[in-house]
Nanobody, 115 residues
Framework: VQLVESGGGLVQAGGALRLSCAAS????????LDWYRQAPGKDRELVAA???????NYADSVKGRFSISRNFAWNTVYLQMNSLKPEDTAIYYC??????????WGQGTQVIVSL
């Protein structure tokens, strides 16, 4: 199983980026697709999640600015990030939880938001 993220980069504060994560390989039924991030010196934190019922959940710090979505096949997850702030600077990781409780992680994509 491989998760490949893309879309990270350098953007000015107030700008936008769209992250993508494509999963390949044999995965049991996916129950949750989500994005985490880890800033330097900080713990990894959940940013946004989407469950099988298309319920979404966001960290308070990104509510109203970020939006998580997925494709019809449930093998690609997106994170639209608007109104970016310097404090959004981090490595962003996509994560999959399948119905057997197995976790899969991407390699991470760097997002840097400058003033």
């Amino acid at each position: 199983v491989q998760l490949v993220e893309s879309g990270g980069g350098l953007v000015q504060a107030g700008g936008a980026l769209r992250l993508s994560c494509a999963a390949s390989g044999r995965i049991s039924i996916i129950t949750t697709l989500d994005w985490y991030r880890q800033a330097p010196g900080k713990d990894r934190e959940l940013v946004a999640a989407i469950t099988r019922g298309d319920n979404t959940n966001y960290a308070d710090s990104v509510k109203g600015r970020f939006s998580i979505s997925r494709n019809f096949a449930w093998n690609t997850v997106y994170l639209q990030m608007n109104s970016l702030k310097p404090e959004d600077t981090a490595i962003y990781y996509c994560h999959i939880l399948d119905r057997r409780g197995r976790n899969y992680w991407g390699q991470g994509t760097q997002v840097i938001v400058s003033l």
